[in-house]
């Protein structure tokens, strides 16, 4: 089977392969498939575009269609290598390129996952939903910050971490989560950050789902399920994880809060989220 792993909002690829890619290859084994692409105008994805290229379901689309590619390529790679072998022919051998795969997403990946799973534009038989922050609300509370990130880092670039320091959106964050805050500053720092701010704008702007009974589709497909929340994590709210676990009917995890140890909260998710895999 395939793993697709999806990165964070102003993320890149290695944020899950770090998390997440070790567990999936201790759980499935070494000749697991990985792929982990980057999101437009994130990591290695240089082109912007426009504000309607940021809408969720074509980030989803463009993501599908990275997979399918990284797919065929896997699977020519591994039909020469058995050739090599002596195996069969090279392009006679290799992955099922229609085979059911598993995605795990974070954050806004996980909101793409979801669109993925629910358009059918993958062949999702297994969901990990991590730490969601989007749902049927353009701009939720919870995800404030990164517009007002995008606008300061367009109007004074990086330099702009201070003036954002000062507004109520942060402080409000700060207040619960110092961690939760130093990942919005961390916006500022990011590769190419005032370039890219547009992300930070237009994809909050977005729904993850329309409404509880769409979330429901992905049982009725029999697409299995996993939602992780987190305690005390202003920007990914434990509410959230909560509606997404009930629509999907689908366990939830909850994880430590990051405050208490960065380090801990991942050792939970990936023994649980791996334990789930086993199982599932």
Do not use: C, K
């Not at 959230?240 to 960065?262: K, S």
Request: no cysteine.
């Amino acid at each position: 089977m395939t793993v697709v792993l999806l990165h964070g909002l102003g993320a890149d690829r290695r944020q899950p392969l770090t998390l997440l890619e070790p567990m999936v290859h201790e759980v499935l084994g070494d000749d697991e498939l990985v792929i982990a692409p980057d999101v437009r105008a994130h990591g290695g994805f240089l082109e912007i575009g426009h504000a309607d290229d940021f809408a969720l379901d074509r980030l989803a689309a463009e993501v599908a269609a990275a997979v399918r590619r990284d797919l065929a390529e896997a699977a020519v790679e591994r039909a020469n290598d058995a050739a090599g072998r002596g195996g069969r022919a090279a392009g006679a051998d290799g992955l099922d390129l229609d085979a059911p795969l598993t995605i795990m997403g974070i954050s806004m990946g996980a909101a793409i996952a979801l669109r993925i799973a629910l358009d059918g534009l993958l062949p999702v038989e297994r969901a990990v939903f991590i730490r969601p922050s989007f749902d049927d609300r353009p701009v939720p509370e919870n995800l404030r910050a990164f517009p007002v990130i995008g606008q300061v880092l367009a109007d004074a670039g990086a330099s702009g971490a201070a003036e954002f320091q000062e507004r109520e959106v942060y402080q409000r964050v700060a207040e619960i989560s110092p961690l939760g805050a130093r990942g919005l500053l961390a916006q500022f720092t990011a590769p190419d950050a005032a370039r890219r701010a547009m992300r930070l704008v237009e994809i909050p702007r977005n729904r993850a789902f329309r409404d509880d009974a769409e979330l429901a589709e992905l049982e009725h497909r029999g697409i299995r399920s996993l939602v992780v929340g987190a305690l005390r994590d202003p920007v990914h709210p434990l509410p959230t994880a909560e509606r997404w676990a009930a629509g999907v009917a689908g366990p939830l995890l909850v994880l430590p809060a990051r405050d208490d140890g960065p380090a801990a909260q991942g050792h939970v998710l990936t023994e649980q989220v791996g334990r789930w895999l086993r199982d599932f």
